[in-house]
């Protein structure tokens, strides 16, 4: 069974600053795809980024990276240049790959907090 | 685009009553459909999912049941809620190959009294 682990229950960044949220997991698969999920306080689940485990290259969209370490199987998330609409919870979660594979394992979320 | 529509956003009933969410998707064929819980402070949890019309795999064993009488349509159902069946409920679809990325629904909050 797979298990994602998100160590940073809340976490709060200066407005324009750049942090970065943590997220790790454990599994025996070899293929297998990686994402992190935004729910602001509307709570609609927004998808972030995407991270394929068979690419080295990290992901990246506008101000989202990713750092992703195979081997470490760990998969952080960097946000650059905060901006006040970036507080929500965010949720990294794991699927596997190959047919048949439909489930996302989530995280507990991190509460990010963007100050003014 | 694709759009998922999720109804009603809340919702409160007595214990004992019946549950009816429905969700759909528009301007996609085939999805595949999922219904997860969202207790407060954690993260989701599948209960149910399909891949085609009364297709459905069940998750975690609940008092809850879902259907899929048509292919873009997905309904949470129980005959008899629970107090533990509060929370938020959250419907999502993807495209029909595996590994896609799943898009949510804007949520629905249950509250049993």
């Known amino acids: 069974a797979q298990t994602v682990t998100q160590s940073q229950p809340e976490m709060s960044v200066q407005e324009a600053e750049t942090v970065t949220l943590s997220c790790t997991y454990d599994t025996s698969e070899n293929n297998y795809y990686l994402f992190w999920y935004k729910q602001p306080p509307s709570r609609q689940m927004i998808l972030v980024i995407r991270?394929?485990?068979?690419?080295?290259q990290n992901a990246t969209e506008n101000r989202f990276s990713v750092n992703f370490q195979k081997a470490a199987k760990s998969f952080s998330l960097k946000i650059s240049d905060s901006q006040l609409g970036d507080t929500a919870m965010y949720f990294c979660a794991f699927t596997a790959s190959g047919a048949g594979s439909y489930q996302l394992t989530f995280g507990k979320g991190t509460k990010l907090s963007v100050i003014p | 685009s694709q759009t998922i529509h999720q109804w009603p956003a809340t919702l409160v009933q007595p214990v004992g009553s019946p549950l009816s969410l429905e969700c759909t998707v528009e301007?996609?064929?085939?999805?595949?459909l999922y219904w997860y819980r969202q207790a407060a402070g954690r993260g989701l949890q599948l209960l149910f999912y399909s891949v085609g019309i009364g297709q459905i795999s069940s998750e975690v064993p609940q008092n809850l049941s879902a259907s899929r009488p048509q292919d873009r349509q997905f309904i949470l159902s129980s005959k008899k809620l629970l107090l533990s069946d509060s929370g938020f409920y959250l419907c999502?679809?993807?495209?029909?190959?595996?590994?896609?990325?799943?898009?949510f629904g804007d949520g629905t909050r249950l509250s049993i009294l």
């Open positions: 999502a679809w993807s495209g029909s190959a595996s590994n896609q990325p799943q898009h």
């Open positions: 301007g996609t064929s085939n999805p595949n």
């Open positions: 991270q394929e485990a068979y690419k080295q």
